[in-house]
């Protein structure tokens, strides 16, 4: 039985056939002693590394004496579930798209939060409610065009203050 690449006699099939077998060889054998075990590397820290950092964890550190001054309690600790997650919703839906306040009250209304939840909500935000008209507008001329008093309509439509719209309608170019 001959093997392939050597029965023809030929120098460079030969050769070819030799790198062929070698790499395979080589994997072969890169498969079964795997370095990357613990055993060949020696490094038991790469292999586990939450036991590295429970390590490091428990390791002292010392830490800087600070003086302790009573704080105020946090206005998110008298908070009920309700309304964190009326604020939580209210800012997920800001992360969507653009709202203007009343328009973000009825939305989180309609998800089941009470009026009383859903003002409270959009009062305790950090929104800039005239950058949400000008987001709106943009929204608009991205899927229709609009005249300037027809975007103005709009916006004020969807909750907008006539100062907002004005802004917004202005800074889009209209």
Request: a negative charge.
């Amino acid at each position: 039985m001959k093997i392939l690449g050597f029965r023809s006699k030929k120098n460079w099939k030969m050769f070819l056939a030799s790198l062929v077998y070698g790499f395979i060889a080589l994997f072969i054998i890169i498969a079964i002693i795997d370095p990357s075990s613990e055993e060949v590397a020696g490094d038991v820290e790469a292999k586990d590394p939450i036991a590295k950092v429970e390590e490091e964890a428990t390791e002292e550190v010392e830490e800087p004496v600070v003086e302790e001054t009573p704080e105020e309690p946090k206005v998110e600790d008298s908070l009920t579930v309700s309304q964190k997650n009326a604020i939580r919703k209210a800012e997920d839906y800001l992360d969507y798209t653009a709202f203007s306040k009343s328009g973000l009250v009825e939305q989180l209304e309609y998800e089941g939060f009470s009026n009383e939840e859903a003002t409270f909500a959009s009062e305790n935000i950090e929104v800039n409610w005239r950058e949400q008209a000008v987001l709106k507008a943009e929204d608009y001329l991205n899927y229709s065009a609009f005249s300037r008093s027809g975007l103005i309509d709009q916006l004020l439509y969807d909750g907008h203050s006539q100062e907002d719209a004005n802004y917004a309608v202005d800074q889009v170019g209209l």
